[in-house]
């Protein structure tokens, strides 16, 4: 299958904003449950966000909830993820990944690196 | 908030050889919501297990994996030089939705 394709990583201040997108184009995109997971460098994965294939549900790892907005276009087969007030410990490569069979996650992007820092 | 714990940190091991790799949870998982992803370096996890052990398409058969409520395995029967990785068990719950072991990385010896 093809592989979602993130973008929009970069560096950035802290507190500044960044906005992710996750083009997935070839998916069936709007039938499929989709989240970000991030992981910091050296660390482990981290779930930060979901979005229902509708787009009508959205939840938040506490870490991010207030700060990070998840959304989707499905006529665009893409996902996005609007960062708001960035901090150090933002810093990671960000992965969307689509929700399968049984709450797995069974197709991941390359990653979108992310950097606060000033 | 359940909370995964992998062990052992790291594993060194020989091709050929049989590992067993533990994914424990602090309170009991639905085995159905049971997941296992092989990450190597510079790469996007790769997802292996699903439903506790139902291998993923276009898994090999030399992965296995069982448990149920706060015990999980994944069991590598013989291992190839491209298995040396670090794996990640996951569990879907309600909040977080989704959470993550720490990992366990397999190294040659």
């Known amino acids: 299958e093809v592989q979602p394709v993130e973008s929009g990583g970069g560096l950035v201040q802290p507190g500044g904003s960044l906005r992710l997108s996750c083009a997935a184009s070839g998916l069936t995109f709007r039938t499929y449950e989709m989240n970000w997971v991030r992981q910091a460098p050296g660390k482990g994965l981290e779930w930060v966000s979901y979005i229902s294939g509708s787009g009508t549900t959205m939840s938040y790892a506490d870490s991010v909830k207030g700060r990070f907005t998840i959304s989707r276009d499905n006529a665009r087969d893409s996902l996005y993820l609007q960062m708001n007030t960035l901090r150090a410990e933002d810093t990671a490569v960000y992965y969307c990944?689509?929700?399968?069979?049984?709450?797995?996650?069974?197709?991941w992007g390359q990653g979108t690196l992310v950097t606060v820092s000033t | 908030e359940i909370v995964l714990t992998q062990s052992p940190g790291t594993l060194s091991l020989s091709p050929g050889e049989r590992v067993t790799l533990s994914c424990r949870a602090s309170?009991?998982?639905?085995?159905?919501?049971l997941a296992w992803y092989q990450q190597k370096p510079g790469q996007a996890p790769r997802l292996l297990i699903y439903?506790?052990?139902s291998r993923a398409t276009g898994i090999p058969d030399r992965f296995s994996a069982s448990g149920s409520g706060t015990d999980f395995t994944l069991t590598i029967s013989r291992l190839e030089p491209e298995d040396f990785a670090v794996y990640y068990c996951q569990q879907y719950g309600s909040s977080p939705r989704y959470t993550f072991g720490q990992g366990t990385k397999l190294e040659i010896k």
């Open positions: 990944a689509r929700g399968a069979t049984l709450y797995s996650l069974d197709l």
């Open positions: 439903g506790a052990s």
């Open positions: 309170q009991s998982v639905s085995s159905s919501y």
